[in-house]
């Protein structure tokens, strides 16, 4: 996959803009980027230390295209 140009990333960096992030609250409103191919995959954490700058898994959210089952 190519990843995003650097002015599309932000402070989670590839994770951002890819499919398989998602963003989790805890009871005390913080706010965590979850992976996840971390659940099917063990190669990824589920909480990936950010700002992810290369991953092998990622996959642009923007690209569309079916999803993966889990
Ligand atoms: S696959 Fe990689 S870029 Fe995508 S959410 Fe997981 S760690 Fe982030």
Redesign the pocket.
């Known amino acids: 996959m190519t990843p995003p140009s650097s002015s599309r990333r932000s402070s ?4 951002a803009s ?5 963003i989790v609250k805890n009871t005390r409103g913080s706010v965590f ?6 659940k099917t995959d063990d190669r ?2 589920k909480y ?1 230390r950010l700002p ?1 700058l290369e ?5 642009d959210r923007a690209a569309g295209g079916a999803t993966e089952p889990d």
């Open positions: 989670t960096g590839l994770c890819c499919r398989h992030q998602r980027s979850m992976c996840e191919r971390s990824f954490p990936p992810v991953c092998v898994g990622y996959e």
